[in-house]
């Protein structure tokens, strides 16, 4: 019952700091260095628990040591009272004898007596002896799983710290899935598409006023040409026509040279 209620007690304090600690749990570290700090403690209460039951055993084999020592001097003194009686009874004095016999039984009824107490004890004793030996064990078990949890300690801070870098992972791809990207990067391209297309058309719009400004050019030259000959015209006439007038005869002469030489061949 005493092992099984002061490890019952413990393993119900264990069990509850450790679901407090993992359902309030932020900072993995933090919580195995006070994981480790509560087990040790309860460890501590433990041995205290244990010490005490270990010193109440050892109360009850001093007092059965004690009364098998007694038991054992009252029948040294019942053997020493006996022997009186039958020196005495050897020497005539029946007397003494008879006091020495009674002397000889009191000294056997408190042995007697001790024994008892010491026989009802010993039942008791090995019982609790059982228990401190199964608290010990209980204690070396529990000192073990500290050991256990002290060693494993970073390994389990590193499987944390996988775990969250896991987690932030998950989150960023959930996020990429919610907002894609390529959708920017297609409204993106589509304005760069629109902006390319402008400066195309600009260009092509530059190209056709350029063209325009040559012909107007080409024009102005006419306009120029025929201005000219309108103000030779009306500045005399013959000098344009005597311009045409030695063309023409320019002309003729020419071919009346090209007859004679034809009749002559």
């Known amino acids: 019952m005493a092992k099984q209620s002061i490890f019952g007690r413990i393993s119900t304090l264990v069990r509850a700091n450790i679901n407090a600690m993992i359902d309030q749990a932020e900072d993995p570290q933090k919580m195995l260095d006070q994981l480790v700090r509560d087990y040790t403690n309860n460890i501590a209460d433990a041995e205290a628990a244990i010490a005490e ?26 053997l020493a009272a006996s022997r009186r009686a039958d020196e005495m009874r050897r020497a005539g004095n029946t007397t003494d004898a008879d006091k020495f016999d009674n002397l000889a039984k009191i000294a ?7 024994e008892n107490e010491a026989k009802a004890s010993a039942p ?3 019982a609790q002896t059982e228990v401190v030996d199964k608290l010990k064990d209980g ?57 390319e297309a402008l400066a195309a058309g600009k260009a092509e719009l530059a190209a056709s006023s350029l063209d325009a400004q040559f012909e107007s050019l080409e024009d102005v030259g006419e306009l120029t040409e025929v201005e000219a ?37």
């Open 53 to 78: 039951t270990i010193g109440n055993l050892r109360l009850l084999e001093r007092d059965h040591q004690e009364d098998v020592q007694a038991a054992a001097e009252w029948g040294s003194k019942a």
């Open 108 to 114: 056997l009824q408190r042995q007697i007596s001790e």
């Open 124 to 126: 008791q004793i090995a």
């Open 139 to 195: 204690l070396n078990g529990m000192k073990q799983k500290l050991e256990q949890l002290r060693s494993k300690r970073s390994e389990l801070l590193a499987r944390a710290k996988v775990a969250e870098a896991q987690n932030k992972v998950h989150d960023a791809i959930k996020s990429v899935n919610v907002l894609d990207p390529t959708s920017e990067l297609g409204r993106f391209e589509d304005k760069i598409r629109r902006q």
């Open 229 to 265: 000959r309108l103000a030779a015209l009306k500045a005399g006439g013959s000098a344009q026509g005597a311009l045409g007038a030695g063309a023409a005869g320019d002309g003729l002469g020419q071919q009346q040279q090209q007859l004679p030489q034809q009749h002559q061949q």
